[in-house]
């Protein structure tokens, strides 16, 4: 029965990874694209009269923030994409009439929405390295942020597809939660330099905490432990985690 | 002899939806392992429901199900791997490949790709899908759709296959090849539920028949012995030249179409035979005679319209 839920799992990541890259000019293209303009505009062209924040370079400083957030988007929009698709085109009774686990489903679309996310993030990276020579701090605490935070977009991902019923659905959350919160969370500005009010109402924003977790692991500085980052976002991930299960398992909008 | 478990088990089962229609109502049969069952009804009367009650693409509201013996509401992974089901409407990604399609499907019922390929082989060749392996599923007729759905619901080697109306929209030379297939796949040893709008379907296919309405069972019986059950057949007759009114009056026949053809209701206790000998010589010569349509089709209008 486990060798039959891994061989499903392996199928399902599989399936997902090869369809982003077959559509890769709609996948893994946009998004670097859209960071190679944030790095020359943002780092290049306005960071040039920007002086240093923190001991870095502006262009330094929001290479981390911008990683994260191509992460964070790409990672959202595969699972949401694919797994509304899936529900539209009603091949996800391909899934649900196989013996295929719920954890299993849950499992193996969470892995292709991170792994787009990292993909989409190291090519991102790859970028950052034609306009700044930055260093990798912390390779480790760069991994964990990446992958905790891929993971938690994906599983957000997951809940607001199993609600979704028309296309639309699909882009409200992006729309009016996801972008605001990311372009709140300190991409371009140090938290710390906000006046007293905006500081505390930040500490709201979850994204605040991994911009600043993925900072510390490129440049070494951060405004909050990261073992604080890492507790709130794995509390968060629980928290959507045991939610996605509830939903699948009591069938929203998946089974009549 | 140990009795063989049933391929399904049904019991009292119900399905309410939300909207408070009743779509099944207490709906209680057995499915013998090696039937061909045909399960018939009008649209509306519960048939896809039923289906998706035994694949978990419907949640029940009441009874119980067991398939091969294996209660779903105790290991519907279990008894989920006996099954292959061939839906009413088209259910694939369009965009991946034929191959692809079948292979992931496999990999489902957690049959690496390696042994998926080695099994798909013979499956699509079979249907006539081995050339279009590579193509994607939006390219293909509507036909070789169907055939897809089919070499899909195969490639675990199902114990159970059900197939809800899988030659809706299927030409007539693909549907005498598809029931061809099936009988064989039926010879072999495999169990189908078949639902079908096509009376002449279940009565060439199956050798035991249900038939829903209002989602309630109203009848569940052999093929053969169903067809006993017809107490009166329509023919339609080609006379060489108009009958008399008299023989027309006699022989209680209605004209259809031409002055030379007719309709006459026959009860089961006459034979044509019988019918024929009562037209004198002397009167119009039968040159034809054939049933008006077939006999399940109008056993079950009398049924369905009795209950």
């Given at each position: 029965m486990l060798s039959q839920q891994l061989i499903s799992y392996k199928t399902i990541v599989t399936k997902e990874i090869k369809r982003y890259i077959r559509i890769w000019t709609q996948t893994l293209l946009p998004p670097v694209i859209n960071q190679t303009l944030y790095f020359l505009i943002f780092g290049s062209f306005i960071g040039s009269q920007i002086g240093d924040l923190d001991g870095f370079t502006y262009m330094e400083f929001i290479v981390p923030g911008l990683i994260m957030m191509s992460i964070i988007n790409s990672s959202f929009q595969n699972v949401v994409g694919s797994f509304y698709i899936a529900k539209f085109q009603n091949s996800i009774e391909e899934l649900l009439v196989s013996p295929t686990s719920n954890l299993t489903i849950i499992a193996g679309y969470i892995t292709g929405g991170v792994t787009r996310g990292l993909l989409v993030g190291f090519l991102v990276f790859l970028v950052s390295l034609f306009f700044t020579d930055i260093s990798v701090y912390s390779p480790i605490t760069v991994i964990i942020f990446s992958t905790l935070t891929s993971c938690l977009f994906s599983m957000l991902a997951l809940i607001n597809a199993i609600f979704a019923k028309n296309f639309d659905h699909t882009s409200i959350v992006t729309t009016f939660v996801l972008t605001p919160l990311t372009y709140l969370g300190g991409v371009f500005y140090?938290?710390?330099?906000?006046?007293q009010i905006w500081q505390t109402i930040s500490q709201f924003n979850p994204i605040v905490y991994m911009i600043d977790g993925i900072r510390f692991g490129f440049l070494g500085i951060n405004t909050y432990s990261v073992y604080l980052s890492i507790s709130i976002i794995t509390l968060l991930l629980v928290f959507t985690t045991v939610l996605a299960y509830y939903f699948i398992k009591k069938s929203h909008g998946l089974r009549s | 002899m140990a009795k063989k478990t049933a391929a399904i088990s049904i019991k009292n089962l119900d399905k309410t939806y939300l909207t408070g229609t009743k779509a099944l109502q207490n709906v209680s049969l057995d499915i013998k392992q090696g039937d061909f069952f045909g399960l018939l009804g009008s649209n509306g009367a519960g048939k896809t429901t039923m289906i998706g009650c035994i694949t978990s693409l419907v949640q029940k509201t009441g009874g119980k199900i067991q398939v091969h013996g294996i209660d779903i509401d105790k290991d519907f992974g279990k008894a989920k791997s006996f099954i292959g089901v061939v839906p009413q409407e088209f259910n694939f990604h369009i965009f991946e490949t034929v191959l692809n399609i079948v292979c992931y499907q496999a990999g489902f019922y957690g049959i690496e790709r390696d042994e998926a390929e080695k099994r798909a082989e013979p499956i699509l060749k079979r249907l006539n899908l081995w050339q279009k392996k590579d193509e994607q599923a939006r390219n293909l007729s509507g036909g070789m759709k169907r055939r897809l759905m089919i070499a899909r619901a195969l490639i675990h080697k199902p114990k159970l296959l059900i197939l809800d109306e899988p030659t809706a929209g299927v030409d007539v030379e693909l549907r005498v090849d598809m029931w061809e297939y099936l009988k064989k796949l039926n010879k072999e040893g495999l169990t189908i539920l078949l639902t079908t709008h096509y009376l002449e379907e279940a009565e060439q296919l199956t050798n035991q028949i249900a038939i829903l309405q209002n989602g309630k069972l109203i009848e569940n019986k052999p093929t053969k012995e169903l067809l006993t059950t017809l107490n009166e057949e329509t023919y339609v007759i080609n006379f060489s030249k108009k009958p008399s009114k008299k023989l027309i009056q006699k022989l209680n026949l209605t004209q259809v179409d031409d002055e030379t053809t007719f309709e006459v209701t026959l009860k089961q206790k006459d034979t044509i035979s019988s019918f024929i000998s009562k037209i004198p010589s002397s009167d119009a010569e039968v040159l034809d005679i054939r049933p008006k349509g077939n006999r399940l089709e109008q056993l079950y209008l009398q049924l369905t319209s009795k209950k």
């Open positions: 140090s938290i710390d330099r906000l006046p | -």
